[in-house]
């Protein structure tokens, strides 16, 4: 397989799946003219399309391809079923595109019906986890979302966090701010700043390393409980969580 991105308005990422004998799902295209034609440069027939949830920057190119392929099956949940989506998707399910298995993740927190989808070792979350940081919550709880990533942590060290925006750098400023001490974080900055300087995406990541510079994934870790005030055992972790996204949400 070979993943491809997608660079389209000014931080999102749509991703191309590619199986290398010239077919490819697609996930999350909110504009069409970048994927058509990378679709015609690469010479590839989409198998599919999967969206993540609704919000326009993830659907709104679905109606422009699927004119250009009308046989085209595209996924997603109940609330993406007026946005371009024609077959419906839930937690739990297991979608076979082209011989490769997709498994269907419910992630509620960003939206209330958000999905991800995971083929091994490749994870679409679209706005739920991203690299050093987790999406805003528009219609879903501190709660929610808190439980949906720790779903997404469960899976191995190798998965490939394909994330819907370049938000690392911006996320890993405030990650320094709550920690400026942390070596893993401050290492993690230096390498996505040379990164971005060339030009050069920050995602994937690994799971691997967003347990350790990813805050949203350590809510269990003491110093940072102390860190954001809580000098006490929190009632909960999902409390932890709710804290730094507060402090996100306005930093």
Known sequence: MNLISIPAFQDNYIWLLDNQHGRCVIVDPGEAKPVLEA???????????????HHRDHVGGVAEIVAQYPELAVYGPQETIGKGANTLVQDGETLTISGRNYHVIAVPGHTLG??????????????????AGCGRLFEGTAEQMYHSIQRLAQLPDDTLICCAHEYTLS?????????????????????VER?????????????????????????????????????????????????????????
């Open 171 to 191: 996320n890993l400023k405030f990650s320094r701010a709550i920690l400026p001490q942390d070596r893993d974080i401050e290492t993690y900055q230096q390498q």
């Open 195 to 251: 990164l971005r300087v060339k030009g050069k995406p920050s995602v994937p990541t690994t799971l691997q390393l967003e347990r350790k510079i990813n805050l949203f994934l350590r809510c269990h870790d003491t110093d940072l409980q102390k860190e954001i005030g809580l000098y006490s055992p929190p009632d909960s972790l999902h409390s932890v969580f709710s804290e730094l996204r507060r402090r996100k949400d306005s930093f």
């Open 114 to 131: 958000h999905v991800a989808f995971y083929s091994s070792p490749y994870l679409f979350c679209g706005d739920t986890l991203f690299s």
């Open 39 to 53: 679709l015609g440069r690469l010479r590839l027939t989409p198998d599919a399309i999967l969206l993540t949830h």
